[in-house]
T-cell receptor, first 111, second 112 residues
Framework: EAGVAQSPRYKIIEKRQSVAFWCNPI?????LYWYQQILGQGPKLLIQ????????DSQLPKDRFSAERLKGVDSTLKIQPAKLEDSAVYLC?????????FGPGTRLTVT | GENVEQHPSTLSVQEGDSAVIKCTYS??????FPWYKQELGKGPQLIID?????GEKKDQRIAVTLNKTAKHFSLHITETQPEDSAVYFC???????????FGKGTKLTVNP
């Protein structure tokens, strides 16, 4: 069974630029999550989708972050404009029941 | 909301020794407790989990215990090997909120 796929793996941008991350979950997993992991900390949930609907986006900074999962499968997370404090690893996970499986993450560096 | 505390933040053991990582949670309604292992440059990998209707679960060299009354759960790794070196995260999940809350992680180093 293929795991959660994410791209790109690394991205370096300047502050105020925009960036997008892509995630393809495990086939058949209805729930998809985006997490932000700052160095030395545990993952923090940004947004959770159930199929193509948003379940929880309470911790998503909506003035600059947006996410979509139009067809209930792949998802994209966008940051526009980026700030220095957005430097982190962005993890995508998918789940069937409670068990969440993570992708390798995208390491974002904002300079 | 749920809050998960994890200790210690770093742990160094000799190969062959045991390692124990402890977590506490605040929401008594939490009912699922997974543990993740994260190696450098990789995403967290689910290694073991326990549900609130079970007190202990074992899988080869790793085991997890849960004390619902005290709201504690622990990860035990026996006969540690250098490849066990990684950051380990505990988490708590509350059905209904559908949200997994993570501890801050424990960096385990197994010295050969």
């Amino acid at each position: 069974e293929a795991g959660v796929a994410q791209s790109p793996r690394y991205k370096i941008i300047e502050k105020r630029q925009s960036v997008a991350f892509w995630c393809n979950p495990i086939s058949g997993h209805a729930t998809l999550y985006w997490y932000q992991q700052i160095l030395g900390q545990g993952p923090k949930l940004l947004i959770q989708f159930q199929n193509n609907g948003v379940v929880d986006d309470s911790q998503l900074p909506k003035d600059r972050f947006s996410a979509e999962r139009l067809k209930g499968v792949d998802s994209t997370l966008k940051i526009q404009p980026a700030k220095l404090e957005d430097s982190a690893v962005y993890l995508c996970a998918s789940s069937l029941d409670n068990e969440q499986y993570f992708g390798p993450g995208t390491r974002l560096t904002v300079t | 909301g749920e809050n998960v505390e994890q200790h210690p933040s770093t742990l160094s053991v000799q190969e062959g020794d045991s390692a124990v990582i402890k977590c506490t949670y605040s929401d008594s309604a939490s009912n699922y407790f997974p543990w993740y292992k994260q190696e450098l440059g990789k995403g967290p990998q689910l290694i073991i989990d326990i549900r609130s209707n079970v007190g202990e679960k074992k899988d080869q060299r790793i085991a997890v215990t849960l004390n619902k009354t005290a709201k504690h759960f622990s990860l035990h790794i026996t006969e540690t090997q250098p490849e066990d070196s990684a950051v380990y995260f505990c988490a708590a999940f509350r059905g209904g909120s559908e949200k997994l809350v993570f501890g801050k992680g424990t960096k385990l180093t197994v010295n050969p």
